[in-house]
């Protein structure tokens, strides 16, 4: 059974990094378009990077409130798609999903579990 599993999420306080972590069961990553989608209490769910698969140059997308402190990167060796963040701000809290598609921007195909990012003020 395909799935994707997430993990690294904490609780930080502004201004820290994290990196999260997205390892692909079942399923190679590297053929799939792979987002990391966040959503906060009440707030709907939003696109926070994604990473195309080999077909497309492995190209990156990110959200603009992310531009510039957000990474997001391949190891394919180990089947894993990251989220380096830095600088982080309140606002960047929610749970982390991590899901898998055949590019960026078409419906994703698999979605993780999640994983829980609180940062503090």
């Known amino acids: 059974q395909s799935r994707l599993v997430e993990s690294g999420g904490s609780m930080v306080q502004a201004g820290d990094s994290l990196e999260l972590s997205c390892a692909g069961a079942?399923?190679?990553?590297?053929?799939?378009?792979i987002a990391w989608f966040r959503q906060a209490p009440g707030r709907a769910r939003e696109e926070v990077s994604c990473v195309n698969p080999y077909i497309k140059d492995f190209t990156t997308t990110y959200a603009n409130s992310v531009k510039g402190r957000f990474t997001i990167s391949r190891d394919n060796a180990n089947n894993k798609v990251y989220l380096q963040m830095n600088n982080l701000k309140p606002e960047d809290t929610g749970t982390y999903y991590c899901a898998a598609g055949p590019y960026c921007g078409y419906d994703m195909s698999y979605w993780g579990k999640g994983t829980l990012v609180t940062v503090s003020s």
């Open positions: 079942g399923l190679s990553v590297d053929m799939y378009g």
